[in-house]
């Protein structure tokens, strides 16, 4: 009759079965491993949960930027501070959020208030104070409006408002000086200027354009000065660059059909007067016949006389009607009469003039030919111009068929210079100069990078921001191959099977299987050479042996527990010293 060699059933778990296999090496590899894999998976979440910080404040005070810190830490808003400390960054999706909650506090305090100055009225305010907040809220709008302004970062607006009283002419006029800090790489026009100007201008009663003052963050006077001496004017400058444009896209135009585009460059420099000359001359022509003027006034005066030959007397009665006969005189214009003593009657008879006694005065006023003539010259006259042109080599082949250059020859280089004096209207009397130079361009090698892939800048950004998560793939693999995966397969341990039916020995009792004469299993197992085979289980599967000190234990419990009395005799000879 068989006999079957039971295995007793574990008492212990699987899983605590597996690990009271593994020696005290593999117990601390796998429990270092798992806890490496632990931290490694709770370090990626949180770094994944990390959130992404935008700008809450920049170019804070001082005292706003601690009140602000000490407001957010009783808000449980984390917060942290960019390089250099300029500005505050909190979360992305609770920057609104904590802006408005902020802004309900009145924090910033550093901001630009307005008008809204005027709603905290006080009990008890005095009219000085009225003015002042009134003065400060003006001043806030003010600054608003110019900050809207897309040029302009940061302003001040000061205004000087004087105390009216009951005197008209000693009351003083308004003014203001406004401070302007521009964006990087901006400028105002004038336009812009006389914008900012009119803005602040309008928005305060009785104050004129003229004084109001606009200075940039250098200190730089940006408002012309109302004397109007604050040298060039910048609409004349342009006006200059406009005129010398024009002058070099007409040389361009003329010489890049010839010799090709980017084979030509050229400079024209305007010299333009901006003064107004204002001249008057008058001038007069000689006299002319008496038919041939204008007669601006003419008077005529007759008197009477009494009978004839009786000399009346006439005149003023006094000294004047006593006085001796004038000369005779003679006509300018008229025929030749005869000469005789004035007022005489010969006289009067040989000039075919009235009778003695009468008078006849004539007196006649001519225009004067004269000439006013007014001059005045025009602002933004050309007085010079001056012609720059270089132009490249030609581009020829040579013997072989290659690309070369050579020089221009005098007469091209003439003819050129005939097409810009044409182009843009040279005039020798005004003393314009044109000068032509025919030299090779020379090209500009791109410059080569030399720098190692691993040393570029962009190579080191993309490192630094894979270099987390890389790293901690890594280690996670380090740690699963290194420590876990061996520690797992030394856990996993096969399934025990009955054994087949062990042979009988000589005595009757059953021996273990593959037992051949008494002490050999025992020998063979202190050997270390325990036979290792297929076990099969009972559904058929095939499952792996167990390992030569599993076996050996195994064997060694088989035989004692089989055949005591063979194993008792192996361990007597044992301490008896025999083989």
Do not use: C
């Not at 990087?184 to 602040?200: F, K």
């Not at 012609?387 to 070369?404: F, I, L, S």
């Amino acid at each position: 009759m068989s006999a079957v060699a039971e295995i007793p059933a574990p008492t212990l778990s699987p899983l605590t079965q597996r690990l009271s296999n593994l020696d005290r090496a593999q117990r601390m590899r796998l429990g270092a491993g798992i806890a490496l894999l632990v931290v490694g998976a709770l370090v990626a979440v949180l770094m994944g949960r990390q959130p992404d910080y935008k700008v809450l404040y920049t170019n804070l005070a001082d005292k706003d930027g601690g009140a602000i810190v000490a407001q957010l830490s009783q808000m449980n808003v984390p917060y942290k501070y960019t390089e250099g400390g300029g500005a505050i960054m909190v979360p992305a999706e609770k920057v609104h959020d904590t802006r408005l909650r902020l802004a309900s506090l009145g924090l910033p305090k550093g901001s630009v208030v307005g008008f809204e100055l005027m709603e905290a009225n006080r009990f008890g305010m005095t009219q000085f104070q009225e003015r002042l907040a009134f003065q400060r809220g003006l001043e806030g709008e003010l600054t608003r409006s110019i900050q809207a302004l897309s040029s302009v970062s940061s302003a001040r607006v000061h205004l000087a408002l004087p105390s009216q009283n009951g005197f008209f002419r000693e009351q003083q006029k308004p003014s203001a000086s406004i401070l302007v800090s521009l964006q990087p790489g901006q400028s105002l026009d004038r336009t812009q200027l006389a914008g900012i100007v009119h803005l602040v201008a309008s928005s305060v009663p009785e104050l004129l354009p003229s004084a109001v003052s606009v200075l940039d963050d250098t200190g730089k006077l940006l408002s012309q000065s109302p004397d109007g001496a604050s040298g060039a004017d910048a609409e004349q400058l342009q006006y200059v660059q406009r005129i010398e444009q024009q002058y070099s896209r007409r040389i361009l135009d003329m010489l890049e059909p010839i010799v090709g585009r980017q084979n030509v460059k050229a400079q024209v420099t305007a010299e333009v007067d901006f003064s107004q000359v204002e001249s008057t001359a008058e001038s007069h022509r000689p006299n002319l016949a008496s038919d041939a003027s204008a007669v601006r006034s003419q008077q005529v005066v007759e008197t009477g006389g009494g009978a004839q030959g009786a000399a009346l007397p006439s005149g003023i009665p006094g000294a004047t009607t006593n006085q001796p006969p004038a000369s005779a005189t003679a006509p300018i214009n008229g025929p030749a009469v005869a000469l005789a003593a004035a007022g005489s009657a010969s006289a009067a008879a040989a000039a075919g003039g009235p009778a003695a006694g009468a008078k006849r005065e004539s007196v006649t006023n001519y225009e004067v030919d004269k000439t006013v003539r007014v001059v005045r010259g025009g602002s933004g006259s050309i007085k010079r111009l001056s012609a720059a042109v270089v132009v490249n080599h030609a581009v020829a082949a040579d013997e072989k068929g290659q690309p070369t250059t050579k020089a221009l020859t005098d007469q091209q280089i003439e003819q050129m210079t005939a097409l810009v004096r044409e182009s843009i209207g040279f005039n020798k009397d005004r003393g314009d100069s044109v000068n032509l130079m025919n030299a090779p361009f020379l090209v500009d090698v791109p410059v080569v990078d030399n720098t190692p892939l691993w040393k570029q800048p962009e190579t080191l950004e993309m490192a630094r921001n894979l270099a987390w998560p890389v790293g901690t793939v890594l280690l996670a693999l380090l740690v699963v191959f290194g420590l876990v995966r061996p520690a797992l397969k030394a856990m996993a341990e096969p399934k025990l099977v009955p054994l087949e039916p062990a042979a009988l020995g000589p005595d009757g009792q059953p021996l273990a299987v593959g037992m051949g004469p008494l002490g050999g299993p025992l020998d063979a197992l202190v050997a270390g050479d325990t036979p290792r085979g297929t076990i099969i289980g009972p559904d058929g599967i095939q499952i792996l042996a167990p390992t030569d000190h599993q076996l050996r234990l195994e064997d060694a419990r088989q035989l004692a527990r089989t055949n005591s009395t063979a194993v008792a005799n192996i361990v007597k000879n044992w301490i008896n010293g025999e083989d």
